[in-house]
C-alpha cells in the first residue's frame, strides 16, 4: 500500500505556543488529505479536508483560525495548532487518498500542551 | 452525510474462535467499505477492504462481507489469534462532492484471549 508519513510522532510545548505537523505522501502524489483528531478510546473525528492548491474545508465546529492548514504540494499538506492550550492535547493523525479512494494513514502525532 | 453505525462496541473471544464485527451505513451511493485495525498507540492499518460490486471477499483469515440492500457490511476473522486483539474501525465514504471523506464507526475493541 501507499506509505504516509507523519512527524513528529509526539511533541510537548507550552501553553500558548504553536505547534506544526507534517503529513508527506511518499510514494504517491495526493489531491487530498484529511487531518484527523483521536481522543483515547474514540474514533478518527475528520478536521478538516486539505486540498492541494486552495483552501481547506472544515468540519463543524472545527476553528479554522486554530487549525491552520497548508497544502503546499502533492506530497505535503502541514496542520499548525496556533496558541495551544491543554484542550488541544490529543492524537492528530493525517491520511492521503491515492486516486483508487483507499485512505492511508501516517503515524500520528501525540501533542500535549503543557 | 454518510452516518456509519459498528456493533459491538467491545468484543471478546478465546484464542481459536471467530469474530464478527458489524457496520450499517446510510449514504446508498457508497460503494467503498475498507476495515481498519489500530493497535494502541499506532496508526490505523488498512487490513481489507470491498467495492459495491462484490459481495464478498476473502483474504486468508479475514473477510468482509457486503449487503448493498440493506446497507451493512461485516468483517469476519476466523481462527483468532492474541495477535488479532486491537481496535477495528469500518468506514464508508461520502459521495457528496470531490473528497471522498471517510466516515468512520466509533470502533470495536477486540480482544482475543489465550
Known amino acids: 500500500g501507499a506509505v504516509v508519513s507523519q512527524h513528529p510522532s509526539w511533541v510537548i510545548c507550552k501553553s500558548g505556543t504553536s505547534v506544526k505537523i507534517e503529513c508527506r505522501s511518499l510514494d504517491f502524489q495526493a489531491t487530498t488529505m484529511f487531518w484527523y483528531r483521536q481522543f483515547p478510546k474514540q474514533s478518527l473525528m475528520l478536521m478538516a479536508t486539505?486540498?492541494?492548491?486552495?483552501?481547506?474545508?472544515?468540519e463543524q465546529g472545527v476553528e479554522k483560525d486554530k487549525f491552520l492548514i497548508n497544502h503546499a504540494s502533492l506530497t505535503l499538506s502541514t496542520l499548525t495548532v496556533t496558541s495551544a492550550h491543554p484542550e488541544d492535547s490529543s492524537f492528530y493523525i493525517c491520511s492521503a487518498r491515492d486516486r483508487h479512494v483507499g485512505a492511508f494513514f501516517g503515524q500520528g502525532t501525540r501533542l500535549t500542551v503543557v | 452525510g454518510e452516518n456509519v453505525e459498528q456493533h459491538p462496541s467491545t468484543l471478546s473471544v478465546q484464542e481459536g474462535d471467530s469474530a464478527v464485527i458489524k457496520c450499517t451505513y446510510s449514504d446508498s451511493a457508497s460503494n467503498y467499505f475498507p476495515w481498519y485495525k489500530q493497535e494502541l498507540g499506532k496508526r490505523p492499518q488498512l487490513i481489507i477492504d470491498?467495492?459495491?460490486?462484490?459481495g464478498e471477499k476473502k483474504d486468508q483469515r479475514i473477510a468482509v462481507t457486503l449487503n448493498k440492500t440493506a446497507k451493512h457490511f461485516s468483517l469476519h476473522i476466523t481462527e483468532t489469534q492474541p495477535e488479532d486483539s486491537a481496535v477495528y474501525f469500518c468506514?464508508?465514504?461520502?459521495?457528496?462532492?470531490?473528497?471522498?471523506?471517510?466516515?468512520f464507526g466509533k470502533g470495536t475493541l477486540l480482544t482475543v484471549n489465550p
Open positions: 468506514a464508508a465514504p461520502s459521495m457528496g462532492g470531490s473528497n471522498y471523506k471517510l466516515t
Open positions: 486539505s486540498n492541494e492548491g486552495s483552501k481547506a474545508t472544515y
Open positions: 470491498i467495492r459495491s460490486n462484490v
